[in-house]
């Protein structure tokens, strides 16, 4: 796994169909959507993309995040357990008016899994966004 600066060709990449390209990408102006989003959002789906926001621009492995968010290995298969709780998030998503936050790669040939990443810029306002639900939460 390595790090994708803001600029990095691999961001184009991604495997990512419906809800990747069709919408516009979060910009600085769009904390009050982040905050929605992450408000609507399931649970475990929300922490998967706060762990991810929290490692800005890292990719990150599905198997990392199973054992970091959703409470450890899962034989199965950690890729359809994390696809399938960032599903959670389709709704609040369809309301934001913008792209996923995430991309993700499929695994190479031969591989298994998928990684996981969010742009260093989609992370600050996810971050901000965070920052003052806690600020709010606090009274």
């Known amino acids: 796994m390595g790090y994708l600066d803001e600029g990095d060709p691999r961001w184009a990449a991604d495997s990512g169909g419906e809800g990747h390209w069709e919408k516009p990408e979060?910009?600085?102006a769009d904390g009050p959507a982040a905050?929605?989003?992450?408000?609507?959002?399931?649970?475990?789906?929300?922490?998967?993309l706060e762990y991810l926001v929290r490692h800005p621009g890292l990719e990150v492995h599905c198997t990392e995040l199973v054992d970091a968010v959703m409470g450890g290995?899962?034989?199965s298969n950690p890729a359809n357990r994390v696809a399938g709780a960032l599903a959670g998030m389709?709704?609040?998503?369809?309301a934001s008016?913008?792209?996923l936050p995430f991309y993700w790669w499929a695994a190479p040939e031969g591989s298994t899994g998928a990684t996981y990443a969010v742009k260093p810029s989609v992370a600050a306002v996810f971050l901000a966004a965070l920052l003052e639900q806690a600020r709010h939460a606090r009274g």
């Open 26 to 28: 979060w910009g600085a």
């Open 35 to 48: 905050a929605a989003l992450l408000a609507e959002t399931a649970e475990q789906s929300r922490l998967i």
């Open 73 to 75: 290995p899962n034989a």
């Open 90 to 94: 389709g709704k609040a998503h369809a």
């Open 97 to 99: 008016g913008r792209r």
